[in-house]
């Protein structure tokens, strides 16, 4: 079946532009994270949802940056005004719990590059 | 300290030769634990998870030592198509929360 998928998968935006990062997680996954990538680095959390709710944003690094799942299957994530040190591959993970194992797969990820 | 250890490489080594992976997390609550490979420029995929009594697929074999906190991954008889990065990842103690990764060591195999 299909897997994660995200868009867009390459986005350029000027410091101070605001960006919006989507994520269709696998059917029927109730749980979604977002990771962010830095060149050379493993992924690093930003945030959980379980259905809509967002239960941990710990990993947010600042303000400028929020996530939302409404329905319980999309997820955005958006940054505000971005700043180079935003520039990274954002990851999208969804994950349900089969034999308690609670494997997540990721999509392909959306490289952001601030200019 | 970072939570989740390992030596990022590169490890250079001949097709057929036998690599080892080392890693050691500093959570010893944690309860899950795994193996994601990354090709350049890709998503993490599962690799492999790691249990107490060590597994094996085929000529990958994964190793869980919870005293000492450390798991290793061992490959046989390397493949050019095994050439990635390999993530060790470690999973908090509760269903559902974020996995924490290694930076990833770098395996290149040549013929």
């Known amino acids: 079946g299909a897997g994660v998928s995200q868009s867009p998968r390459y986005k350029v935006a000027k410091r101070g532009q605001d960006v919006a990062l989507r994520c269709d997680p696998i059917s029927g996954h109730v749980s979604l994270f977002w990771y962010q990538q830095a060149l050379g680095q493993g992924p690093e959390f930003l945030t959980y949802?379980?259905?809509?709710?967002?239960?941990?944003k710990s990993g947010l690094p600042s303000d400028r940056f929020f996530a939302e799942r409404p329905e319980g299957s999309v997820s955005t994530l958006k940054i505000q005004r971005t700043q180079q040190e935003d520039s990274a591959v954002y990851l999208c993970a969804s994950s349900a719990p089969i034999g308690g194992t609670y494997e997540q797969y990721f999509g392909p990820g959306t490289r952001l590059t601030v200019t | 300290r970072k939570e989740v250890e390992q030596d990022p490489g590169p490890f250079n080594v001949p097709e057929g030769a036998t690599v080892a992976f080392n890693c050691t997390y500093s959570n010893s609550a944690s309860q899950s634990f795994f193996w994601y490979r990354q090709d350049c420029r890709k998503e993490p995929k599962l690799l492999m998870s790691v249990y107490s009594s060590g597994n094996e697929d085929g000529r990958f074999t994964a190793q869980l030592n919870r005293a000492s906190q450390y798991i290793s991954l061992l490959i046989r008889d390397s493949k050019l198509s095994d050439s990635a990065t390999y993530l060790c990842v470690v999973g908090p103690n509760q269903a559902g929360t974020a996995l924490i990764f290694g930076k990833g060591t770098t395996l290149s195999v040549s013929s």
């Open positions: 949802f379980q259905n809509e709710a967002q239960l941990d």
